[in-house]
């Protein structure tokens, strides 16, 4: 079975532009979640999806934003991009919301310039 | 909110020695404790987890145990071997059985765990 596939794995961009992640789950799983790493403050929580609601969201400011479809595919966005925002993004998947075993898919980098 | 805190912040075993990480949470609530291992540009790999109704846990030669009273639980590799060696993170967070939102993970700082050949 497929892992949790996430695009792109790379990317540059400038400060002030926008930037949209998309993520594959694992099949069957309908949960997604989204973490950003960076080396400064660890693996932190950004939200959760699931059946194309946000059921929970982290301490970031409104410029991360996502969105779930209806084939539990999901895409975050962050705007007006800045300096700190560069770190690996991680996707997660589960089978449902809150009381499953959560898989990782291997990131995408993104740096800003 | 959740707060985990992981030691040591690096741990280095001579290979075949047992390598032992420690976290300690602040949210008694918190029922589900993964942990996961990173290895260099990839994306964290579940290892192993243990729930709040069991004191114990073992996969070989990875263990977890878990002490609810004094909220901290541990995780135990015997008999390491070179790909062992990665960054080493423990987790906690609120399972809601009924399948209701809840929050994500929260994480410690990583150990990074270096088996000396």
């Known amino acids: 079975k497929a892992g949790v596939t996430q695009t792109p794995r790379y990317l540059i961009k400038t400060r002030g532009q926008q930037v949209t992640l998309s993520c594959s789950p694992i099949?069957?799983?309908?949960?997604v979640s989204w973490y950003q790493q960076t080396p400064g403050q660890g693996l932190q929580f950004l939200f959760e999806?699931?059946?194309?609601?946000?059921?929970n969201k982290g301490n970031f400011p409104g410029r991360f934003s996502g969105r779930q479809f209806s084939n539990s595919r999901s895409e975050m966005n962050v705007s007006t991009l800045e300096l700190g925002d560069s770190a690996l993004y991680l996707c997660a998947s589960s089978l449902g919301s809150g009381g499953n075993t959560i898989y990782f898919g291997e990131g995408s980098w993104l740096t800003v310039v | 909110g959740e707060n985990v805190e992981q030691h040591p912040s690096t741990l280095s075993v001579q290979e075949g020695d047992s390598a032992v990480i420690k976290c300690t949470y602040s949210d008694s609530a918190s029922n589900y404790f993964p942990w996961y291992k990173q290895e260099l540009g990839k994306g964290p790999q579940l290892i192993i987890d243990i729930r709040s109704n069991v004191g114990e846990k073992k996969d070989q030669r990875i263990a977890v145990t878990l002490n609810k009273t004094a909220k901290h639980f541990s995780l135990h590799i015997t008999e390491t071997q070179p790909e062992d060696s990665a960054v080493y993170f423990c987790a906690a967070r609120l399972r809601v059985e009924s399948g209701g939102g809840a929050d994500g993970l929260t994480f410690g700082k990583g150990t990074h765990l270096i088996i000396q050949p």
């Open positions: 099949s069957g799983h309908r949960s």
């Open positions: 999806y699931f059946s194309e609601t946000q059921r």
